[in-house]
T-cell receptor, first 110, second 116 residues
Framework: GQQLNQSPQSMFIQEGEDVSMNCTSSSIFNTWLWYKQDPGEGPVLLIALYKAGELTSNGRLTAQFGITRKDSFLNISASIPSDVGIYFCAGETSGSRLTFGEGTQLTVNP | GAVVSQHPSWVICKSGTSVKIECRSLDFQATTMFWYRQFPKQSLMLMATSNEGSKATYEQGVEKDKFLINHASLTLSTLTVTSAHPEDSSFYIC????????????FGPGTRLTVT
């Protein structure tokens, strides 16, 4: 089946630093999505990307849909303690089915 | 914003019993709902797609007779784990797609199932 390779698996940064994480796939996706999940909760959508090459920002978050439709990155600028959590990329195929990456655990030290 | 609820938020059951988990879209209609399973420190894995008024579509490797899905209305889907075993212990998360919007899925808060 389809797989998404997400890296890095974990990151430990200081408050104020910028963060970058990415996902790659051997398959093409129609839509790329980035989610954040806090412990014991469901994922929350951060950014949705619908077109190849699209660059979208949401506050301190910026994400891009790779031109080949097989990759995406997420940047977080000026990190703050509440950015702590697990970040997942997800690719959407027909029927709105989502395939999730393995996740990036982000720790922000104040 | 669109809200999806799940009930219960956590449940403990004995091996061999069945457990029903509800997923509700509170302020929108969802023609399609999805059920995911997440083991500790792992990603979400899609189990099945639930369409209102029709049979669910299961992902490869997911036993449809063990994980019964019913989507009887535009705001409710249920997942029943039948004859639960300890290896079924997991975090079960549903999502709902707004019938009025093209793309977005909204996720529920999850249900923690522990089978003893």
């Amino acid at each position: 089946g389809q797989q998404l390779n997400q890296s890095p698996q974990s990151m430990f940064i200081q408050e104020g630093e910028d963060v970058s994480m990415n996902c790659t796939s051997s398959s093409i996706f129609n839509t790329w999505l980035w989610y954040k999940q806090d412990p014991g909760e469901g994922p929350v959508l951060l950014i949705a990307l619908y077109k190849a090459g699209e660059l979208t920002s949401n506050g301190r978050l910026t994400a891009q849909f790779g031109i080949t439709r097989k990759d995406s990155f997420l940047n977080i600028s000026a990190s703050i303690p509440s950015d702590v959590g697990i970040y997942f990329c997800a690719g959407e195929t027909s029927g709105s089915r989502l395939t999730f990456g393995e996740g990036t655990q982000l720790t922000v030290n104040p | 914003g669109a809200v999806v609820s799940q009930h219960p938020s956590w449940v403990i059951c004995k091996s061999g019993t069945s457990v029903k988990i509800e997923c509700r879209s509170l302020d929108f209609q969802a023609t399609t709902m999805f059920w995911y399973r997440q083991f500790p420190k792992q990603s979400l894995m899609l189990m099945a797609t639930s369409n209102e008024g029709s049979k669910a579509t299961y992902e490869q490797g997911v036993e449809k007779d063990k994980f019964l899905i019913n989507h009887a209305s535009l705001t409710l889907s249920t997942l029943t784990v039948t004859s639960a075993h300890p290896e079924d212990s997991s975090f079960y998360i549903c999502s709902a797609r707004d019938a009025g919007e093209a793309y977005e899925q909204y996720f529920g808060p999850g249900t923690r199932l522990t089978v003893t």
